[in-house]
């Protein structure tokens, strides 16, 4: 393994190898990566819902180098053939492991049994140790962003995500507060991919297993149960498939539709949401679904919510 770029970029770019393979239940398969550039990854402060890319070779086409890449960088890549830079997806950082060079970072990826095949999950559904890829992580005293998870001094925490956003959401719970208070739903394909997580008592964490059922539609149910609307919309009568945007991303500090983040929404829903801060990512339509139900109906404040469109059901992601 060689550490190829010349140039000190501000974040490691690098081509890494598979260390490991651990199959976690039917639908998820950590990988472990390793790299001595991995001696500077930044992962010693909370990492939360830390995102990174991975850059997957175009299948029969050889891993594409980053020999020399420099501040130029993403233009250079993106100015090649597909065939040549492969596809660039994004994964959470989902752990860490080792010191220096021998450090290992982990990805928990879906695989899709119950979807559309794409570059990243065909690569971990046949990962094996030793494949290589590029990867685009934090570099230890450079600023690199990538962490939505902001609660500030919220008092109780309602985390909601798909599959995609369970690696996101047991990484949150495991750097918690130990005195953390809320509650997390959690839906995954099927009852067998309940995982173990740690996290502190006062947050409870509740799976919803699909078990051939449609995507979203329990999951939305059982928040607005919790959040005291069981008489709520459904997913399905709630949101069209052709208005969800698939890119969809609302964050206190970024809009995808440019919409403000609104003050009034809290002036009338009074103060019954204060102290509350809402993370929620999975399949953009039911992103759409919790995000319409939470901030038009209940009249959650846009600015104690991240609602994150993690994948579209249907469309492969930009690379
Ligand atoms: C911030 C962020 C963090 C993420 N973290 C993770 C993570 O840790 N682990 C993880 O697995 N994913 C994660 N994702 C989601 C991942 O980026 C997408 O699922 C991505 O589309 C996978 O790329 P692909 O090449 O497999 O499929 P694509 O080429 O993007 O899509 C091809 C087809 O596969 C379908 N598809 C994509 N994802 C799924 C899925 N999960 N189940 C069923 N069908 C699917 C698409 O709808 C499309 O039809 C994250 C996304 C974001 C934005």
Do not use: N
């Not at 173990?196 to 008592?201: I, N």
């Amino acid at each position: 393994m060689s550490t190829t770029a010349t140039t000190v970029l501000p974040l490691l770019v690098e081509e890494v190898e598979v260390t490991a393979v651990e199959r976690l239940s039917p639908s998820f398969v950590r990988l472990w990566l390793g790299s001595p550039a991995f001696a500077e990854l930044d992962c010693d402060g909370p990492t939360y819902d830390q995102r990174i890319k991975l850059v997957f070779p175009h299948p029969g086409h050889p891993l594409m180098s980053v020999e020399g890449f420099d501040a130029s960088w993403y233009d250079s890549w993106l100015s090649r053939p597909l065939e040549e830079r492969g596809h660039m997806r994004t994964y959470t950082l989902r752990g860490s492991t080792g010191r220096g060079r021998e450090t290992r970072m982990s990805v928990d990826f879906v695989l899709h049994g119950d979807g559309g095949h794409g570059p990243g999950g065909d690569f971990a559904a046949s990962a094996q140790v030793g494949d290589r890829l590029v990867a685009l992580a934090p570099r230890r005293g450079h600023l690199y962003g990538g962490i939505e998870f902001a609660p500030g001094d919220a008092s109780h925490l309602l985390l909601v995500g798909d599959e995609t956003a369970v690696p996101a959401i047991a990484a949150i719970l495991e750097q918690l507060p130990a005195d953390a208070r809320g509650s997390v739903f959690l839906e995954v394909p099927l009852s067998a991919d309940v995982l173990p997580t740690t996290g502190p008592d006062g947050v409870s964490v509740s799976w919803v297993p699909r078990d051939g059922g449609p995507r979203g539609t329990a999951l939305h149910a059982a928040v607005l149960d919790h959040l005291g609307r069981p008489d709520a919309l459904g997913l399905a009568e709630s949101v069209a498939d052709d208005e969800v945007d698939p890119d969809l991303w609302e964050t206190p500090e970024y809009s995808s539709s440019g919409e403000q983040v609104a003050a009034e929404t809290a002036a009338a829903a009074g103060d019954r949401w204060a102290g509350c801060y809402f993370w929620i990512a999975g399949e953009s339509k039911t992103v759409t679904g919790l995000r319409r139900a939470l901030v038009k109906e209940l009249g959650v404040d846009r600015r104690q919510v991240a609602f994150m469109g993690y994948w579209r059901e249907g469309v492969a992601m930009k690379s």
